[in-house]
């Protein structure tokens, strides 16, 4: 198996400037750990010669070699005579990682129950989906009136309700990527699309390359395939030139990606990244699969909007999942794929022996629904900005050693914690009746343990609320003893 590599260029790029801590060798140590820690850099990613990254940092060589050793003691890497360095993680015992209680512990475990805060009632936060928008009675309504049309027919359309796919075509061709309606295949939700696209094209042992951090569902699909993971960190945004140059290296059968509103860290791919990454697949013999279920969800609706991933597509090889349960309601279980009118087929006839078709009162309501979409996009942003804010607000007050940046769009914050006991707070957070999702569950190999994911769909005072009870958790977290020195963060 070939080990993928990071050259000289490529890491200092990741690095930024040179660290004016002294010593320098100390800071550089504690900057590469970072990038592995935050999943920027891959495990078991093949480090550049020292007198490489010496040169494109503007450092001495005898300061990456110490920040190397330095490296090399606290199991951030691991060498070879001849073979060069890689990124790796420490062994457990040398973490600072304790063992985690198990949930609902009494005072007799680690952490006793913690006292709930005036206003009880589970609150969920490890859910981003809104409910239905105003607008959603009349959609059924709608649709209602029109299901007896179709009850004369046998009820099962594989590809999904022509009506259907003519629209969701129709809303490609409006963002400047022509599309027919033999193109597209209705699917039972995005997840479905998904798992029938790795079911179409993936075989076991194929290596997929997937961001990190990324959507969980989607990494559970690839392991249940069989897949071989191929992470790159997007925690600060995508570095193109270092996907392309992944894709390459592992041979990567596929890609998949989330340049909109990208879940869980809300950022943005622009245009120009997004013709460089589908170049990228080209040259890599790649199909890149595109997830656009944020794509409508900007918190500014009458903002220009950034071109899809396939309008820069002329082989075939981008392949889009569209969804209904973000934009317009969860309980909706209806997506879609655009394809070449080929794989469409293809992916037709391979969705028989797990569903057949998707219902036909969820196509007619997702229809009229999506009919007067740019209604819903408007509700949308107003609410999700709302709650966004306040979120935001309440996180500045009772957590302010928290880090996050305020997304365009999307539906959730991505939270630095800055000590990796994600895990933990998780925890303890839901013996206080709240539940978050810690950063472990959106990555591949244990990294991203500084991290959670906020959303912010639900009120804005419920939200007050679960902050006061997660902050509370924080605090009987930081209380504990711990068993061993945390490792530093940067």
């Known amino acids: 198996m070939t080990m993928r590599y990071v050259n000289g260029v490529q890491l200092a790029r990741l690095l930024g400037d040179v660290p004016r801590e002294r010593p320098v060798y100390a800071a550089l140590a504690q900057a590469v750990r970072g990038l592995v820690l935050d999943g920027r850099l891959a495990l078991r990613m093949r480090l550049p010669a020292e007198r490489d990254l010496a040169a494109a940092l503007g450092v001495s060589r005898t300061t990456v070699t110490a920040a190397y050793d330095r490296l ?24 600072g990682a304790e063992p985690r209680p198990r949930p609902g512990a009494t005072s007799s475990g680690r952490f006793g129950r913690a006292h709930l805060p005036p206003g009880g009632g589970f609150i969920d936060l490890g859910c981003a989906t809104p409910g239905a928008p105003k607008i ?36 490609y061709a409006a963002r400047g990527v022509p599309t027919r309606a033999d193109q597209i295949v209705v699917t039972t939700g995005a997840q479905h699309a998904f798992t029938l696209l790795t079911h179409s094209l993936v075989e076991p042992g194929d290596p997929v390359m997937v961001e990190r951090p990324t959507y969980p569902h989607a990494l559970g699909a690839l392991r249940r395939r069989g897949a071989r993971l191929v992470p790159v960190g997007v925690n600060g945004g995508w570095d193109v030139e270092l996907a392309a140059a992944s894709m390459r ?16 860290t809300g950022h943005l791919m622009t245009g120009e990244d997004r013709a460089a990454l589908v170049e990228g697949a080209r040259r890599a013999d790649a199909f890149l699969v595109v997830d656009e279920t944020f794509a409508d969800l900007a918190h500014d609706p009458d903002a220009p909007r950034e071109p899809p991933a396939a309008a820069f597509d002329t082989g075939g090889r981008v392949i889009t999942i569209g969804s209904a349960s973000k934009l317009l309601w969860g309980g909706l279980r209806i997506g879609w794929i655009r394809a070449t009118a080929p794989l469409a087929r293809r992916l037709v006839l391979a969705r028989e022996p797990f569903d057949m078709a998707s219902p036909v009162l969820d196509q007619l309501i997702v229809q009229e629904l999506l009919l007067r979409v740019e209604e819903v996009r408007a509700e949308r942003a107003a609410s999700l900005l709302r709650s966004r804010d306040a979120l935001a607000e309440a996180l500045r007050e009772l957590l302010p050693g928290w880090e996050f940046r305020l997304p365009a769009g999307g539906m959730s914050l991505w939270v630095r914690i800055g000590a990796p006991v994600a895990t933990l707070v998780a925890e303890a957070s839901e013996r206080s009746d709240v539940r978050v999702v810690p950063g472990p569950v959106f990555g591949v190999d244990g ?12 009120p804005p005072a419920t939200l007050r609320t679960a902050i006061e009870r997660l902050a509370g958790a924080y605090r009987e977290v930081q209380a504990a003893p711990a068993g061993r020195p945390l490792p530093a963060y940067v």
């Not at 009136?145 to 075509?169: D, F, K, N, Q």
């Not at 990294?447 to 994911?453: A, G, I, M």
Request: hydrophobic share 45%.
């Open 72 to 95: 090399r003691e606290e199991g951030y890497i691991e060498s070879r005579q001849g073979a060069g360095s890689w990124t790796a993680l420490p062994p457990s015992g040398m973490s």
């Open 249 to 264: 290296q592992a041979a990567v059968r596929m890609a998949y990606m989330i340049p909109d509103f990208h879940n869980p």
């Open 447 to 458: 990294v991203l343990e500084d991290y959670v994911r906020l959303p912010y769909v639900l």
């Open 136 to 171: 959603f009675e009349e959609a059924v309504a709608a649709a209602v009136a029109e299901l007896p049309r179709y009850s004369a027919g046998p009820g099962y359309e594989p590809a999904g309700l022509a009506g259907l796919r003519e629209v969701i075509a129709a809303g």
